[in-house]
Structures are given as C-alpha cells and as structure tokens.
C-alpha cells in the first residue's frame, strides 16, 4: 500500500519526538549521573580514604626509592624486558625492599624520568593527602606544587649535567636528554651558564630580589657596627651591654579579592494576554473560539470582564476572540508572564603598655602609673594593611569544600496549564452578576486573576452602591456558586475595587522545585530569604526574615502547618551556608522534625551537655531559651563594644578586620528558633516558656535570633497580648471558627480558606492570600543526605550553659530561714497521723488553703513527707514522733570548730 503525503509526514513526526525524547531522556540521566559523582566525591568518608591512600603512598614510594640506591644494580637487568614480567614469572626475585612493585616504580621514576629529584613527588603526595585527609595544610600547596615542578627539571638537569658514567640515573633520562639538547646549541659553558641564569629568573619572579639583598647589606652593616661599639665600649665602664639588630623582615603580602557579584538580571514586566469575547448573562454550552475581529456595529457588550490567566510563554500574544451567538456580557483576559523557574586569622595588634613616671622628691621617691584605656582600636592604615596582608575574613573557609544542595533534589511536578477552563470562568461570572443583580446591585466592569488554588473576581460596582450590600451577600453568593472558601474582600487595599475568591474546581500544586528554581529567589540578596508560595496571581513569594522579624503560624490540624515550617527550613538551607545561619529546633511531637537530625554538625545549636541537637524534653526547652537569653545578652554586650546597631552592621565590620578577635570579638550567625506545637509547652510549662519566649521576641531582633512558632489551638491564652504584640508577622491556615481567625490575625477570613496549603500571612497592615509550597519528606531526606554526607563541624553550634537555680539548690533540706512559724508544729500534726494531706492542715491548724499548701511544700523539701501523688495523700517519711524529733534536733544543732 502506497504511503500518503499525510502518513509520511506523520512518520516524520513520530521519529522527531521519539529522538527528542531520547536526547532529554539522555540529557537527564547524564545530569543525574554527575550529581551522583559529585555526592560521592563530596562524601566526607571518600575523602578520608583517599587522604589515606595517598599518605600511605607517598611513604611507600619514600621506601622504594630509597632502597634503589642500595639494589639499583641488582635489579637493572630484571626491569629492562615487560615491567610484567614480575607477576608472569614467579622465579625473578627482586632485591628492593618493596618487591617487584617497588622496583618498577623506583625505577620508572628515577632512572628513567627525573633521577633523584623525583623524591619532590612524594612532598607532594604526601602534602595533598594531608590536606584531602584532615584539613590542614602545613605549608601553601599551590605554591609548594609549582617550585616543585620546577625543581623537579632544574634539579634533574643539573644533576644531569654534573654526574657521568655509574651516577647518570642521578639526573634521570631527562636530565641527560635536556643537557645533550643544550650541549649540541650552546656547548658545556653555555649549558652552566643557562642553568644558572634559568635559577636567577625564577628566583626574580617567585621573590622580591631587592628587599632580599636590601635584607643582607643592612644585616652585614649591623654586624659591623655592633664589632665597632663592642671594641669602643671594652674601655669605658657605664656602656651598654646590649645590642639590637633591627627586625626587618622580608614582607610576604598576599591580596586575596573577594570576586564580585554576577550582574542581576532586570525582572521581566509583566506580560497580558487580552482576550475579548462576548458572554451571554446566562451560561451556554457554546464558548467562543473564533480568533476573528468583528465588526464595531455588532458589538452590544454592556459590562466587561478582564482575566488574569498564568501562562509559561516569555513573550505575549494578543487575540480577540468573538462569539456568534448575541450577549450583552464581554470579557478581556490579561495573563501575566509566571515567575520563571528556573580564615584566615587576625592577628592581634599590640596593646598600648601602661607608662611608669618616677617622680623623686626630697625625702620619699614615687612612682606615678599612668593607665591607658584598653581598647585597642587599629587606625585606618592598619586595617587597611590588614586587609591587604590577608583580605577579608571570610567565614566560610571553616567549610570550604561545602556545597549548597542542587535543585534537582526536589521533586518537580507537572504544570496544569488548563487548570481552568474557559468554561468555569464563564459560568463564575454569570453567576455572580445574577446574584448581585437579583439584589438590584449593578457592576460596571469585572476582573479575573487566576491563580493556583483560587480565582479572584475583582467586581467594580456601579455608582452610587454601598459596599456592605455586597459584603452581606457572601452566603448568597457562595450557595450559588456551590463552593465552599468563598471570601470577600471589600474593599481590596489600595485598588478601590471590591474582591470575590472563589476556589478552583481542579486546584494546582505549588512545588517546591518551582520556588527554589524561580529567578525571583535565585536572584534574590536577602539576609534570610523564605519561598513560602505563590501569590493569587501565580507570583512567586518570598520574604525576608530579618524584616518580619518573628512567625507566629496557626492552623487546624493537617491544614499544612508542618509542610509550611518544613519549606521555610529548606528555603533557607538553599541559600545559606552552614557558618552562617544556626537553628534551634524545637519538636514536642518528636517526629515532625526528626529528619534534620543528620545536618547537626553543620546548622543546628544546642546546649553543651545535651545529646540531642532535637529538643523534645520539656525542661531542656526551658533551659535552651534560657539559654538563648544569655546568648541575646552577650551578643548586645559585643554590639555595644563594636559601637554597631545591629548584627549587620557588627558582621560587616568583623569581615572587614576592624575587629580585632582578642578582645573577644566574633562572627555571629544568624540563630532561628523554631518551636513545634507550642500550645503543648505552654500548657505544660506554662511561665517558663512564655517569659523567655517573650523576652527573645522583644529584644532578640537586632542581634540576628528569629522566632517561628506554630501551633494548632490559637486560643487567647496559648498566644498571650505580649507574644502576639511582638509577632507582626502571622501565617494562618484553615481554623474552624471566626473567633480562631481574630485571635491570629485579629480579623476574620482565615475561617473561609481551602485548606491543603491555602493560608493568609499577615504583615503590618497588609494581608495576601498565599499557597504554600509543597515539600515532601522523601525530598528533606534528600536534602538533608546530601549535607550530612558533607565535611561539617566537629560537633554542632553550642549554646551558653545555663544553670537552673531551681534544681541547683539542696531540695532535700530546703532554707529554715524560709520556713513557716509553725512548720514543726504542721510536722508533728502530719507524723502524728500518719497522713500527709493538705486539708488535715487546715482542720488541724485552722489554716487557709494557700498557707497549708506551702507548709507542704517546706515539709517535702526536709524530708518529712514524700511527693505529691495526685489524689492520694503524700506517704509520711517517719514513722513515730521520736523520730521527727531526732531529725529536727539534729538539724538545729550548729557544729563547732572542733567537730569541723
């Protein structure tokens, strides 16, 4: 059967997109494979054991080179057939110390390329694999590489050129081959005279020559004065012994420049797509799809209706589409173009020392100590020098093989670019005009923007319609729609028109490969950047930290709350380096954040004698925020010293080497606290958790420690006035009720959200309505694999130790200062009746329940009766009287010196 025209071109197109989806396929599998080898090669454990390998080999070769200058001539004719001849024919015995292995590279290297001289490889074999293994470099590599490869030639052609006969394997192959070379074209004394020349230039260029033989003439001048005032000073009694040689080295200075930024690329503008098409007020099968202009006389359009549509094209279309049938509703469509995806050591300056004045008078002699102020501040010069002695300092040397996590560790999901329809807005829109005009509410002009989760119809009323006619209409509006979420904004801040979300029918997933890939947050020079989401208009959002300064979220349970703190951690664990942002993570639940477990050496803070980097322990969350105070105090107090205003500022003049790290001076990160499930803290430490969490959240802004905190019941008395006072900044997902949403964001609206994500973040005075990112824990794993498997810090960030007072004190005893006046007798009514209650107290002794209550309370801490038990009564420690009285005569009874 004869192929058509139409099959042939069909077949050609099959075999483009079967190639075209081998080369991507091919293109992905090979990127793939790289980020696999770089993962392993960045994997601290591969590091280790190349570091070994190569420090065991360099010794290896400094045995098998040494043992060729004792068996070379022994074993000359053994290698000079196949090096294989070793491993082929088990009768050749080698003579080197090494075997056979030994006596081919002994041989290879210094008989037949460089001679003696190769002994430089093993220098650098050795150098590299000290460095590859611990980090540590004993002398400059780089430098130390380059004079070796030169000496390994000059070295081997001088050799060369000095030994004959027994000796040549002195100078290796090459060496003779580079002096038979430059004996044919310059003879002997030229080939003297070039080898000594070739030092000079290199000496020339690698030295600064000058200040070398500057060094040796003032040196030799000095020798000769000092021979000349020693002689002249032998015949006078009053002369100085001492002699001093000026210190006047050879400078080495070494200018490292920080590269400079890559150029920022402008954001595009946005881009509108205008679709105009005339829409019956009642909603009809029929859609329009003709792209053709039509003429000005049939147009009978009374309202318009402008569209927002995300679309993936960088460049903009403009169409108008016309419907056949008649209608008197017309609609445009903007699409906005969517986000495209896409130490070094100061050292200390000398302090000024104290002057000593001797004042002598007639009688008495004084000496008066004339004291300097400490401080030690370098002049401008200094820095200056500083600066070009060693360049900036720069933190992240501490890690400097670190690297930040590819994007392609996050999961990307597929665009739905026809989320919705044509078909949905139409509809939407009817419905909405007929609701509002069976109320007598006419509109002149509506508005769609469509974004991932929701649409919003931004309606223009005509004049003279009061806005709460429409803002009382949202049930109505939402049963006819027959959708849940719907929110009306009246009126939108800053526009002057009044805003209808309603939810999609096919909502689109936010992924977090699409935030973290945008330009917007690629680009972006913020101190602590946060992808949260996307906009209603389907732009990327992201914030910085520093600016909020605090987070308080709050959502239903599975509203999204831990997946929004698990993309804001991973936001910032794109964009910073471990030296320079710490995080406290606090997990009540003790699974939320278990996953950030292996990146403890690199980002997360604890205090010194805790185990985990996690906290799950009420008490070690007390005593950490107790101990962030401290942290808060001593970083004000170096503020102050450095005369800085905030941690910017402070870090900015550190790196810039106007600090000096004697007077105890340091780089700060960044420390964020992220508390999990805080109603659970507050109900079951109460006081202890909100006075630190308070105290952090007033005065912890300037000095770089930021607060984001979440919970499930945002009730009046889990977030305080003083907490909320202190949080500007508040993300609300879905709650169940309109008092809920005041409590968060102090209006309502948080109760009419989707949920899955949909929340509302509150800044100041603004309110914008955001789907979150979505994160899942295969890809945090991910993540956090491939920098756990990274070179990190011998252990993780500590805190100050902090010291409970509480539990610092004898419990046993308690303070008798403290004690009530009728604590013995409140004793001998307990031990009397064997009942350890609070209520016998008061019937016994006629007390109130609160002065009862703490006789108890003094009675557990001596001793006298046991814990409480609930609604039991506490167990009575001593059985009889005799007994009590034996205890309380002891404890009065003060011991002398001699029975101390």
Not at 255 to 264: F, G, H, I, R, V
Not at 791 to 808: Q, V
């Amino acid at each position: 059967m004869a192929l058509t025209s139409r099959d042939y071109n069909k077949d050609n197109k099959d075999k483009k997109k079967k190639k075209k989806k081998g080369a991507s396929s091919f293109i992905a599998s090979s990127k793939h494979n790289v980020r696999k080898i770089k993962v392993f090669f960045a994997n601290e454990k591969v590091h280790q054991i190349t570091g070994l390998f190569l420090v065991f080999g360099s010794v290896f070769m400094l045995i098998a080179f040494t043992s060729f200058f004792f068996t070379w001539k022994l074993d000359q004719d053994k290698v000079t057939g196949s090096w294989w001849a070793f491993f082929k024919d088990t009768s050749i015995e080698p003579d080197n110390w090494l075997g056979g292995i030994g006596t081919i590279i002994s041989h290879q290297f210094i008989h037949h390329w460089f001679g003696i001289s190769s002994f430089l490889f093993i220098l650098i074999i050795f150098l590299v694999g000290f460095k590859i293994l611990v980090n540590i470099s004993l002398i400059p590599i780089k430098k130390t590489i380059a004079y070796s490869l030169f000496a390994l030639i000059w070295f081997s052609a001088v050799f060369g050129f000095m030994f004959e006969g027994d000796l040549l394997f002195m100078g290796g192959r090459i060496g003779f081959q580079i002096n038979l070379w430059l004996s044919n074209i310059l003879g002997t004394a030229g080939t003297g005279l070039t080898l000594l020349l070739s030092l000079l230039v290199f000496s020339v260029i690698s030295f600064n020559m000058s200040k070398v033989l500057q060094y040796f003439i003032i040196s030799s001048e000095n020798e000769d004065a000092v021979t000349t005032e020693a002689t002249g000073s032998a015949t006078s009694e009053d002369a100085d012994d001492s002699w001093t040689v000026p210190s006047e080295g050879i400078p080495h200075i070494k200018k490292t420049a920080s590269p400079d930024d890559e150029p920022k690329q402008e954001p595009e503008s946005e881009q509108e797509l205008e679709l105009e098409t005339e829409l019956p007020l009642t909603p009809t099968p029929e859609s329009a799809s003709t792209p053709t202009p039509a003429p000005a006389e049939e147009k009978k359009s009374e309202l318009e209706m402008e569209v927002e549509v995300p679309i993936e094209e960088e460049t903009p279309t403009e169409t108008e589409v016309k419907a056949d049938s008649e209608s008197e509703l017309s609609m445009e469509v903007e699409t906005p173009t969517a986000d495209d995806a896409g130490a070094v050591e100061l050292d200390a300056s000398d302090v000024p020392v104290d002057e000593n004045i001797a004042i002598e008078g007639e009688d008495v002699a004084m000496a008066v100590e004339k004291a300097k102020d400490n401080t030690v501040e370098l002049s401008e010069s200094e820095i200056n020098k500083k600066k070009e002695e060693f360049g900036s300092y720069d933190p992240t040397l501490d890690l400097g093989s670190y690297e930040l996590p590819p994007v392609d560790l996050l999961k990307e999901y597929p665009v739905n670019e026809d989320r919705v329809k044509q078909q949905e807005l139409d509809d939407n829109k009817n419905r909405i005009v007929n609701t509002l005009r069976n109320y007598n509410i006419e509109i002149a002009k509506i508005k769609a923007t469509i974004g991932p989760t929701v649409t919003l119809y931004e309606i223009v009323p005509a004049a003279g319609v009061r806005i709460s006619k429409i803002k009382n209409l949202e049930d109505d509006i939402a049963m006819t729609l027959s959708a849940i979420g719907i929110r009306i904004i009246a009126p939108i801040p800053g526009k002057g028109t009044i805003g209808i979300e309603v939810p999609n029918l096919k909502p689109d997933m936010v992924s977090m490969y699409s935030i973290i890939a945008s330009e917007k947050f690629q680009n972006c020079d913020m101190e602590l950047p946060i992808g949260l989401g996307k906009t209603i208009s389907n732009e990327t959002f992201v914030t910085d930290l520093t600016t909020m300064p605090h987070l308080l979220m709050a959502g239903a349970t599975g509203q999204g709350k831990s997946v929004g703190l698990n993309a804001i951690l991973v936001s910032l664990l794109y964009k910073k380096h471990p030296s320079q942002l710490k995080f406290v993570l606090v997990d009540p639940k003790k699974v939320e954040l278990t996953l950030f477990n292996k990146i403890e050496r690199h980002f997360l803070a604890k205090l010194p004698d805790s185990g985990e980097a996690i906290i799950t322990d009420t008490t070690k969350v007390v005593h950490t925020l107790n101990s962030l105070c401290i942290e808060m105090d001593q970083r004000y107090e170096l503020l102050k010293n450095a005369s800085c205003r905030n941690i910017k500022e402070y870090n900015n003049k550190f790196v810039d080497r106007k600090l000096n790290p004697n007077d105890g001076h340091r780089y700060l990160p960044y420390i964020v606290l992220v508390v999990d499930e805080f109603a659970d803290l507050i109900m079951t430490a109460g006081k202890e958790v909100e006075t630190p969490i308070a105290r952090l959240a007033q005065l912890a802004r300037a000095i770089g420690i930021h607060l984001i905190i979440a919970t499930q019941r945002p009730s009046v008395n889990i977030i305080t006035g003083t907490i909320k006072a202190n949080f500007p900044a508040r993300i609300a997902f879905r709650v169940t009720s309109k008092i809920d949403s005041r409590t968060i964001l102090d209006e309502g609206g948080a109760d009419q959200l989707i949920g899955r994500g949909d929340m509302l973040l509150a800044t100041g005075n603004s309110m914008t309505r955001l789907q979150c990112a979505f994160v899942d824990t295969p890809e945090v794993e991910r993540i956090t694999d491939f920098i756990g498997e990274q070179r990190g810090y011998p252990d993780a960030f500590l805190l100050p130790e902090y010291s409970d007072e509480s539990s610092s004190q004898d419990g046993s005893k308690g303070n008798k200062d403290d004690r009530d006046a009728i604590f013995e007798d409140a004793a001998h009514v307990v031990v009397m009746n064997q009942q350890g209650s609070t209520s016998l107290l008061q019937r016994k002794l006629k007390l109130g329940y609160n002065r009862a209550g703490r006789i108890m309370d003094q009675l557990e801490e001596a001793g006298i009766v046991g814990p409480f038990e609930g609604s039991k009564a506490r167990q009575v420690l001593y059985p009889d009287e005799a007994s009590l009285e034996r205890f309380l005569r002891n404890e009065d009874e003060t011991p002398t010196e001699e029975q101390i």
